[in-house]
């Protein structure tokens, strides 16, 4: 079957091991549901690359890839190095002759793994330009909609990949959602499974949101205290400070851990109801009110988005 009979979702992006899917059972999850009650339609890889392309851009010291006008669920991904080589973290639809040429100059491409299956995109189309595996964690085969050989499920709770990389399984949002670590860098790339807020003092846990271009929410759903616990001890056994998240600039520069581990903590309070949650000070303790963040002012901000 040639790639142009592929069908994908043009609500989240999600390449299909067939031409006409009967419907997108990422979309109706209530994990995604983004513009529920529009029409859903299809594309495919070759349509996208009309009136799309890729853009690649420094974040957090690493390689971005994002698609614009933006596609889908928005999520740039991210080129880590990995040997002589590198590995594509997470992943975009769009992927495009340019796309490939400018991965080869900057080294290739040697494995791909991604964060959960909001981000599968077009995972099988990428990982058969390049010929290489894609690491998803045996927990979510279910929501891969696009079988191949190239796909490697893991079980468990940790994989080395090198000495550098290692993929953690924190859980959360989905049974198998993973992190990376990158030891070199002391940092680790979290996908959604931590939400940046406004404030840089805090982050958020969800089982269901989506921030809508514009301005909106389609759910907020708060991540149970089971779950964020176990988010919790799977970050606390890592040594890291950098956190990379899903989005341009949607990182922790520094003290990543214990903003994390604090945050999870406090989620937890508040969700059983205990009242000090809502009182409890960050890191380091409050900044003073004029140094705090402002709309204006939020690292978190997106320009491009106003
Ligand atoms: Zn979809």
Same mark, same amino acid.
């Given at each position: 079957m040639a790639t142009e009979s592929y069908a994908v979702c043009d609500n989240c992006g999600t390449q299909f091991g067939e031409a006409s899917p009967v419907d997108c059972p990422i979309c109706w999850d209530v994990r995604n549901q983004m513009r529920r009650g529009q029409p859903r339609g299809w594309t495919t890889v070759e349509q996208l690359g009309a009136d799309h392309r890729n853009v690649f851009r420094d974040d957090a010291g690493f390689t971005g890839i994002g698609t614009e006008p933006a596609f889908g669920l928005e999520q740039r991904a991210v080129l880590v190095p990995f040997g002589e080589s590198n590995l594509l973290w997470d992943c975009v639809t769009l992927i495009d002759d340019e796309t490939v040429a400018e991965i080869e100059r900057r080294g290739g491409l040697s494995a791909i793994a991604i964060s959960h299956p909001h981000y599968y995109a077009s995972m099988v189309q990428w990982a058969e330009r390049f010929d290489v595996p894609v690491y998803l964690h045996e927990d979510d085969r279910a929501w891969a909609m696009r079988d191949d050989s190239r796909i490697v499920f893991w079980s468990g709770e940790t994989l080395s990949l090198s000495d550098d990389l290692t993929l953690v399984r924190v859980g959360g949002q989905f049974a198998?959602?993973?992190? #990376?670590?990158? $030891?070199?860098?002391? $940092? +680790?790339? +979290?996908?959604?499974?931590?939400?940046?807020? #406004?404030?840089? &003092?805090? +982050?958020?846990?969800?089982? $269901?949101?989506?921030?809508?271009?514009?301005?909106?929410?389609?759910?907020?759903l708060p991540l149970d205290e089971v779950a964020t616990k176990q988010l919790h001890d799977a970050f606390a056994a890592l040594d890291f400070d950098l956190v990379v998240g899903s989005w341009w600039e949607h990182n922790l520069p520094t003290?990543?851990? &214990?903003?994390? #581990?604090?945050?999870?903590?406090?989620?937890?309070?508040?969700?059983?109801?205990? +009242?000090?949650?809502?009182?409890?000070?960050?890191?380091?303790?409050?900044?003073?009110? @004029? %140094?705090?963040?402002?709309? @204006?002012?939020?690292?978190?901000? %997106? $320009? %491009?988005?106003?």
């Open positions: 198998g959602s993973q992190i #990376l670590h990158v $030891a070199s860098r002391d $940092a +680790v790339l +979290v996908g959604d499974s931590v939400l940046t807020t #406004l404030d840089p &003092d805090w +982050v958020g846990f969800s089982y $269901a949101s989506g921030e809508i271009p514009g301005g909106g929410w389609t759910q907020l003290n990543g851990k &214990d903003i994390i #581990l604090r945050s999870a903590v406090r989620s937890i309070l508040a969700v059983r109801g205990d +009242v000090s949650a809502r009182t409890m000070p960050p890191v380091g303790g409050y900044a003073p009110l @004029e %140094e705090r963040p402002t709309l @204006e002012t939020s690292p978190f901000r %997106e $320009a %491009e988005r106003v």
